[in-house]
């Protein structure tokens, strides 16, 4: 008999903290509120910024970067300036929008809902800034699948279905579903615009190139992110979570695929 462990559906019931996915969703939260332009160009510090006591790092030392550079080259700096011009209560609430923080509602055992704040109060500034790259909070695969849909599906989210449709044994539809939109969570212009930075990532200089496919144009984000380590308290410096997100084809999607490891 296979143990419990065994048998767990990790894509619904794991928790686990994002990393630079969630800078997908930052990027369009502040489009969405006007925060930024698709242009402007953001300091990125060379690598290293100060915010209170804390040093927040680039994998790669760059200046001034776009929004487009910041997805494709992954700057935590530049993404947690920009969430910090659009500001906690807002980024909090797209997130929410986005199904960060609440079950997808699949009819499965034991969905987790993962975990977008301490209970009861805001974020503090440096929260923010770790939030808007990941940190911090914690999802599932599923709601990371949900969350990249409504990009894909041109800002709506859609209500998650396990089964497409039952027939009887003569053929006959016994039941189908059908696709209902649950909300809009940002305007179809800016999902247009945040697929057309995501492709970036995956052509040459992004950090998901290995997961470009002949004859399509893939729109994803990578993601490494540190695991907390419980006996200190800290993250890890050798154990990481790593992830991909992304849809195919870009300009009229029809999978999205979320793989975490």
């Known amino acids: 008999v296979s143990d419990a462990e065994s048998r767990r559906n990790r894509a619904v019931t794991d928790r686990f903290e994002p990393g630079s ?59 947690l300036k920009i969430a ?30 993962g975990v977008l704040r301490p209970k009861g109060r805001p974020w503090f500034e440096v929260e923010t800034a770790n ?26 989210l859609y209500e998650p279905i396990l089964v497409k449709k039952v027939q009887d044994a003569r053929g006959n539809i016994v039941r189908e579903a059908t696709p209902r939109v649950r909300r809009e969570v940002v305007p179809k212009h800016v999902a247009s615009l945040v697929t057309e930075m995501l492709t970036a990532v995956v052509e040459d200089g992004g950090t998901g190139m290995e997961a470009a496919v002949p004859g399509f144009r893939v729109a ?17 410096e050798d154990k990481y979570t790593a992830s991909f997100v992304g849809f195919l084809p870009a300009e009229n999607p029809r999978l999205v695929i979320a793989v975490v490891l």
Not at 38 to 60: M, W
Not at 136 to 155: C, E, R, W
Request: aromatic fraction near 8%.
């Open 21 to 79: 996915v969630m800078k997908v969703f930052t990027m369009a939260t502040a489009f969405a509120t006007g925060a930024i332009k698709p242009t402007e160009p953001i300091y990125c510090e060379h690598g290293h910024y100060q915010l209170g006591r804390v040093t927040i790092h680039d994998t790669h030392l760059n200046d001034w970067l776009t929004p487009t550079q910041i997805l494709a080259k992954s700057s935590n700096i530049g993404t």
């Open 131 to 156: 939030a808007s790259f990941g940190q911090g909070v914690s999802v599932s695969v599923m709601q990371l699948a949900m969350a990249m849909s409504a990009i894909a599906n041109g800002g709506n």
């Open 220 to 236: 994803g984000k990578t993601a490494t992110a540190q695991k907390a380590d419980p006996a200190t308290g800290k993250y890890s």
């Open 84 to 113: 910090l011009k659009v500001g906690e209560p807002t980024l909090y609430a797209t997130y929410r929008k986005f199904g960060f923080g609440e079950p997808t509602g699949l009819p499965l055992p034991g969905e987790a809902s």
